[in-house]
C-alpha cells in the first residue's frame, strides 16, 4: 500500500482542502487478481475497472514524477470539489490531473470544468499557475482542449 497525501497550495492557504490521505495498491494488478477481477468481469464492473484505473495512472505519475523530485497528491476541499492527481515537483512546478476511464464528451466536460474550478480557487499570489490541467484517459486520441486543457491518453504516458 502506498498513501496519495492530500494537497494544500502554500502554508497558509484560504482554501480549506481535507488532507486525509487516498491509499492505493503499489501494482494494481494485485487488486485486480484479489478481487478475481477477469478482463469480462471488469468490462462488466466500470466502477471497479476506473478505480484500478485510477491506481494505475496515479502509479504511472509516481514513477515519471520520482526524477522531478516530485510528488503525487490529491485535492478535496470541504465543497466536494476534488482532483485525482496533483503532482509537484522539486522546483515548484505543478499540473493538476483527472483520471476517466472513459472519454465521452460528457465525461471530459466534466472533468474539464472540475480542473477549472480548482485552477480558479488557487491564490496565485503564493504559488505560481499550473503548469499544466490535464484528463488522464484509458484510450483515445491526446489533444489540448479549446478550455486549454490536456486530454491525455494513458498509452501517451510511457517512455
Known amino acids: 500500500m502506498e498513501e496519495q497525501p492530500g494537497w494544500g497550495s502554500h502554508l497558509r492557504s484560504n482554501v480549506q482542502a481535507v488532507q486525509r490521505p487516498r491509499r492505493h495498491l503499489t501494482c494494481p494488478s494485485l487488486a485486480a487478481a484479489a478481487l478475481d477481477a477477469s478482463a469480462p468481469k471488469l468490462l462488466k464492473d466500470l466502477n471497479t475497472f476506473g478505480c484500478i484505473f485510477e491506481s494505475l495512472v496515479i502509479r504511472d505519475l509516481r514513477i515519471y514524477s520520482q526524477p522531478l523530485d516530485g510528488s503525487v497528491e490529491h ?51 503564493s504559488i505560481d499557475e499550473p503548469a499544466t490541467l490535464a484528463i488522464i484517459t484509458g484510450h483515445g486520441m491526446s489533444y489540448r482542449r479549446d478550455d486549454g486543457v490536456h486530454v491525455v491518453s494513458i498509452s501517451t504516458l510511457g517512455p
Open 75 to 125: 485535492y478535496r476541499d470541504k465543497n466536494g470539489l476534488e482532483v485525482d492527481a496533483v503532482v509537484t515537483a522539486g522546483d515548484g512546478r505543478w499540473g493538476a490531473f483527472e483520471v476517466k476511464l472513459g472519454s465521452s464528451p460528457k465525461i471530459l466536460d466534466k472533468a474539464a470544468a472540475n480542473l477549472l474550478s480548482f485552477k480558479n480557487k488557487i491564490d496565485t499570489k
